[in-house]
Structure formats: structure tokens, C-alpha cells
């Protein structure tokens, strides 16, 4: 490793505690000191952490996808010719490729980017993929104290045409929603016989009560975001145990906002028997255990709260490849819909900023028991 770069890595990772790396000596090499400064501004000037794993990533992308076409770094601004030349090597026919080597990404780039681990699916980009790193692109340059041609016509065109020749089915981040029934059967695969089965179940029953939380809203969670409230009276008169949950700024908050959501009866018993199993007085909520049970005292990644839920999935006999952490977002309001509780209310615990977003999930559940669902009972 170059001088150049250990430095570069040195100085990632004084914005680790805030923007996790796992490739550090990786983008160190990709990454150019101009890069890692702007990094760390926008570390100081408080940006949201899930921003910055974002515009952390598609920058690596874009420096490594830059090298591979054009042998060289990226330009700051960079042309329109650039810009387009982006476009074309990432929305492209399938079929007209077939019978033309040089439509789309050509095979070399293909390839180098493969071997660097930035390309794993086959074929063209998702276009909200495509989309999302080229307005990443566009406010990075914008940090950068400088324009570039991100809104010329000729680009919004060719994204328009591109993606009207390609047609793409959306994929859900969750092929299928984790709701109450799917949950059971998770939770049922969680014993008391280990320190995982009592973690894992209060990951499940936390990520989903508290509204469907994100997985890096759960990763992230810290014992001093919870704060013990009142017992809530059940429906016979006995007490339920019930916490606050001080999510701070969130991916769809402003950044004065404190969300805050509540947990009642049965999570917070599983929470607080995963908190007193594991000795967790203060940091981070949910950590790593090692092969010997041995709590580490570094949060969970986000990825692996997803790898839980798949874990668990399989343990419950369904298929993996059909359920996701965010499949218990999705399923939260799924079961809302479901058990006929209004709109409004779940949002205020899914804390959805969208009404257009989260009434696809009642639209949904009125549809699937609709009269004109049953035409042919």
C-alpha cells in the first residue's frame, strides 16, 4: 500500500464510528483525497448516517466504473459526454445486445468491475438504481462547489428513452410481507436454549412492533434511546410493560426532528430478557455473539439483521429468496391494514412520511377481501 493511500485509509477511519466501512483499504485505493475530504465535511456538517453509506458507495462505484471506461478518476464536473456515456453502459436492451457486442456496458469494463466486486447481477441497471447515482453524482459534485450537466436535456432524454426501450418490472425490497402469521412461525424457530434465540427474537419482535423499523434503525439502536414508561392497561385490566423508543433523525424525518415510537406487552418483555441475558447496560442495543457466546460490544451491521431473518425463515421452512428484513416494514402495515386499524394511527408508529406509499398496503388488503376479488368464489 502507497503512502498516499494509508493515508487516505487513515483518515477513513476517523468517520468509521459514524460511517461504517468494511472495504476501507479498497476505497482507499478508488478513492481520491479530494473524495475523502468531502467525506468528511459532510461528516461534520451532520449529514444523516444512511446518506452517507449511500453517497459513500455509489461514489466507490462511480471512481471504480470511471477507471474501468475511461482510465482515469472522476472529473469534478464532469461532462455531459460522461454523464451519457454512464447511461448507455448502464440501461441497455438485452436484446439488442445480442446481436450487437457494443451496445451497453462493453466487456471489459464488465469484467473489471466484476473483478472488484462491484458488479454481481447480469444485465442493465434497475433505472431508480441508474437514477440514484447520478443525483448522488450530482450532490457530490454540488459539495464540490461546482455544476455539472445533470439536468440537460440531453440526459433527461436519454434516461426517458432508455428506460421506455427496457421495460422493468419493480421488484419489492421483499418479495413477500413478514406479517403476524409469518412472524409466529419465525418466532417459534427462537428457543430458549442460547443467547441467539433470546437476541434474535427480540430483533424480530422489536423490528416489527415498533412499526417495522429499518434494519439499520435496529443495528443502530443504543440503550439510551429507550425510555421505561408507564404500564399500559390490557383489555382484562392487567398491566403491559411499555418503552419509548427515541429513533432521533431518520430517513424520512427532518433533522430537528426526535422521532419516537412505542413498544408495549410482549416485545418488551423479549427486549428486556435479551438486555439482562446479555448484560447491556449502556451502547449499542443488539451485538455480534461469537461461536462461544461471548457478546462482542460492537453493534450488529445492518446486512446482518437481514441475514437473521433469512436465517430464521429457513429454520421455519419457507423460502429465503421470498422474505427480507424490510419484509417486516412491509408487513407491519400489512397486518394494520388487515386488522382494520386506521391509516393514520399505523403511520404514526411506521412513521411513514408518504400516505401515497403506505395506503398501498391497505389498497392492497381491501382489494384481496374485495367483492370484486369474489366474482368467482
Known sequence: MSDAVQIRAEQLDTIASVLPIDRRDKLAELLTDQDVETLRHLVNEGMGENTLRALTSDLAYLEAWSLAATGSSLPWPAPEALLLKFVAHHLWDPSKRENDADHGMPSDVDRALRDAGFLRSAGPHAPDTVRRRLANWSTLTKWRGTQGAFTSPALKSA?????????????????????????????????????????????????????????????????????????????????????????GRTKTSGADQDEVVYLTGRPVAALNAWLAAARIES???????????????????????????????????????????????????????????PLPEAMEQSRHRSVQQASRYYNNASRRGGRAAQLLP
Open 283 to 341: 451502547g449499542s442495543v443488539f451485538r455480534a455473539i461469537d461461536r462461544w457466546g461471548n457478546v462482542s460490544g460492537r453493534a450488529l451491521d445492518p446486512k446482518t439483521v437481514n441475514d437473521i431473518v433469512k436465517q430464521r425463515v429457513a429454520m421455519a421452512g419457507l423460502e429465503p429468496e421470498e422474505f427480507s428484513a424490510h419484509g417486516l416494514r412491509s408487513g407491519y402495515l400489512t397486518e394494520a391494514a388487515n386488522r382494520g386499524i
Open 159 to 247: 434516461i426517458r428513452l432508455a428506460v421506455r426501450a427496457v421495460p422493468r418490472k419493480r421488484r419489492r425490497k421483499s418479495a413477500k410481507a413478514v406479517t403476524s402469521d409469518v412472524l409466529a412461525k419465525l418466532l417459534a424457530t427462537c428457543g430458549d436454549h442460547c443467547l441467539r434465540d433470546v437476541r434474535d427474537r427480540a430483533i424480530l419482535m422489536l423490528a416489527f412492533a415498533s412499526g417495522g423499523r429499518r434494519r439499520s434503525e435496529v443495528a443502530g439502536l443504543r440503550k439510551e434511546q429507550l425510555t421505561i414508561e408507564p404500564p399500559v392497561k390490557a383489555e382484562d385490566g392487567s398491566p403491559l410493560p411499555s418503552l419509548s423508543i427515541h429513533l
